[in-house]
Structures are given as structure tokens and as C-alpha cells.
């Protein structure tokens, strides 16, 4: 009975660790950047660069090296256009142009949808990395 209470004891607490690490912004990298019209491969471009940068400065603990990528199209008064989710990568898929391609193609399809023609557009890219949150969580214990 004692090792069950302790389980669920720790697993409140590792909860509550992951919960106050996410809210304090742990392994989140955000930057925003205006939309150069008609130039998707140009933009794209720009996206992989941050994240190469951003990817150079990440903790890796044990291996654990995996990032989420999100990116959107905002407007006039920060209201949302068009997001797309990249879902959970590896730094090497910044690499092989695999993700490039992906973010020309996404970017191309707003392009063409006129997304990226509304004033004030902005790009707005969201990296988050589980090897942060990973190091964040082996430091608290």
C-alpha cells in the first residue's frame, strides 16, 4: 500500500515539475518576423536558419534531442491567418532539407491563398525543446 501512495506521490510531483516548467517557458523559443510577399523559398530560408541557430544552443540530455515546430501567419491586431504544425523532429531534419521543403511548400500554399498579400503580415515561428524541458526536470530532482 506504502509503494502505491509513493508512486502516485511522485507522479503528482513530476507533474506539477512539468507543469511549472512549461509555464515559466522552459525549451520555448518564439521570434517573429514580417513576410517578404511572394517569396516563400525566401522565408522558409529565414525559418531554417532560426531554427538551425536556436537548435545550436539547446540542452541534450541523454540523447534526448527532439524538438516541436510551429509556425503561423499573423495579421492586423495579432489575429491568426493560417498555422501549420511540425509536430516532433530531430536537429538533423533541419538539415537534410526535408523540413525546408515542407515550410516552402506550407508557405507557397499561403501564398497562394493570398494569406501572406494582408498588411502587416507577420511570420511567427514557436521551437520548443523537449532536451530544455528534459534538463529542467533532472536539475529539480
Known amino acids: 500500500m506504502s509503494n502505491a501512495i509513493t508512486r502516485l506521490l511522485q507522479r503528482r ?32 530560408g529565414q525559418l531554417i536558419a532560426w531554427c538551425r541557430q536556436v537548435l545550436g ?11 516541436s515546430l510551429a509556425i503561423a501567419a499573423v495579421g492586423e491586431g495579432n489575429r491568426s491567418l493560417a498555422s501549420a504544425n511540425f509536430a516532433v523532429l530531430q536537429p538533423r531534419d533541419f538539415y537534410g532539407g526535408e523540413i525546408e521543403a515542407q515550410a516552402q511548400e506550407t508557405l ?13 503580415v507577420r511570420l511567427s515561428v514557436v521551437l520548443f525543446s523537449w532536451g530544455d524541458l528534459t ?3 533532472l536539475l529539480a530532482g
Not at 108 to 120: C, K, V, Y
Request: net charge neutral.
Open 135 to 137: 534538463q529542467e526536470l
Open 108 to 120: 507557397g500554399r499561403w501564398a497562394e491563398q493570398r494569406i501572406l498579400d494582408q498588411p502587416a
Open 57 to 67: 544552443s539547446m540542452h541534450r540530455p541523454y540523447g534526448v534531442d527532439s524538438v
Open 13 to 44: 510531483t513530476l507533474r506539477h515539475a512539468v507543469q511549472r516548467a512549461l509555464e515559466s517557458g522552459v525549451g520555448l523559443y518564439h521570434t517573429t518576423w514580417r513576410v517578404e510577399r511572394s517569396a516563400a523559398d525566401a522565408n522558409a
